[in-house]
Each structure stands twice: as C-alpha cells, then as structure tokens.
C-alpha cells in the first residue's frame, strides 16, 4: 500500500510523462515486433493485391509518428473528461470542500496504470502464445475480458466495445479511482466508492451506448 500511496503522491505532470512514455513503448514495440508485413497483408488480403498492401504498409509507418502526436492530446482529454465526472460526482455528494479538482486530476492519471499493464499484457499475449494473428485480430482481443470468450466471427460489431470493456482491468480502475480519492482526500471509503459508483459507471456506461450507436451507423 506504501508504494500505491507514493505513486498517487506523485506530481501530475511526472505522472502524466510516465503514463504517456509507457504508452509510447507500447507503439513502438507494437509497431516493431507485432504488425510486420506479413500480419499487414493477411489483413486486406482479400480487399488489396500484394502490391497495394505493401504500399498501404509502408505508407502508415510514415505516418505513424501521428499517433505519437494524438496520444498526449488524447489522454489529457480523456483525463479531463473524467475528473469532471468525478468531481461532479465529489460535488453533488457535498464532498469538494475535501478534495479539489486538481486532486482528482492527478488520481485519474495516476489509476491510468492499469490500462497501461493492460496494453503490456496484450502485447505479450500477441507476441509470445497468439500464434498467427492479423490486425483485426489485435483489435479485437483485450485482456482478461468477455470478448476473448468469443471467436471475432461470433460476435457482431455492435457488441465487441461493450464485450471488451467488460474486463478485470476495469473494474481494478474503479477501485483505483475509489482508493485515489480515499488517500488523496481523506475521504472515507464508503463515500469514495459513491462518488465512483454514482459519477465514472454510468458516464461509463454511457460512454459503452454511444460507441454502440456509432458502430451501428458505421459500414463494414
């Protein structure tokens, strides 16, 4: 618990470069070890010639300094977004005048650890035990999840986002967020998981709707 409370201690902006790094070594190693030109080609195989897949590869990895670009833009507003919910969540349970939303703020980053482990997790898997995989393979699976109880061709698209966020990574964040606001604030801990129940699971949940209403609009 020592070492969870000095991490949840730790500046936002440190916390923000180490989550931010540790995702741009999952990129690169990603970018090196997974998606090769064979994996590249067996995934439009049947859209694109040899020629074309291998033009469309080699066009992506000179652009895939973009992601590098997003990402930091992405997760400041991903962390935003939720430590609004949270302390919405903080407000209306007449809790802020116990922690503020900087606070919040640097415990969102902090509890993004776990999604972070997640992605090492996925990599490993794909590295070491997948065997013969393609892109749609990789977006597909997700740790410890429902999803990987089901074969991509059993699953309509509606329901891969929801099958995936349903997974033992996210609910370790919801009890880092609750955890995080107990230490940080000196909130009690039944009023902690309130404020996490009542705010982050049903903006979740209403997160998990609109990406299904999306994938409705969406064409193959």
Not at 2 to 28: D, K
Not at 104 to 132: M, P
Not at 175 to 180: F, I, M, V
Request: net charge neutral; hydrophobic share 55%.
């Amino acid at each position: 618990m020592n070492s969870a409370a000095s991490w949840f201690n730790l500046g936002r902006f440190r916390l923000f470069l180490v989550i931010t790094g540790l995702y741009f070594v999952i990129f690169w190693l990603s970018e090196k070890i997974l998606i090769n030109e064979i994996v590249f080609y067996n995934s439009f195989s049947e859209q694109l010639t040899y020629e074309r897949a291998m033009n469309l590869f080699v066009s992506m990895k000179e652009y895939r300094w973009i992601s590098y670009v997003v990402t930091p833009l992405m997760l400041v507003i991903r962390f935003t977004l939720i430590s609004i919910v949270l302390y919405t969540g903080v407000f209306f349970l007449n809790l802020h005048y116990k922690i503020s939303f900087s606070m919040i703020f640097r415990i969102v980053i902090a509890s993004e650890i776990v999604f972070v482990l997640a992605g090492f997790i996925k990599f490993l898997w794909f590295c070491f035990f997948a065997g013969n995989y393609d892109l749609n393979d990789i977006s597909f699976f997700y740790p410890l999840s429902l999803v990987n109880l089901f074969r991509i061709s059993e699953v309509d698209k509606l329901w891969v986002f929801p099958l995936q966020s349903a997974n033992l990574f996210q609910a370790a964040y919801i009890l880092l967020l609750s955890y995080g606001l107990t230490k940080a604030g000196s909130i009690e801990k039944s009023a902690s998981e309130k404020v996490v129940i009542f705010s982050y699971m049903p903006a979740l949940l209403f997160w998990i709707v609109l990406v299904m209403f999306i994938s409705v609009d969406t064409p193959l």
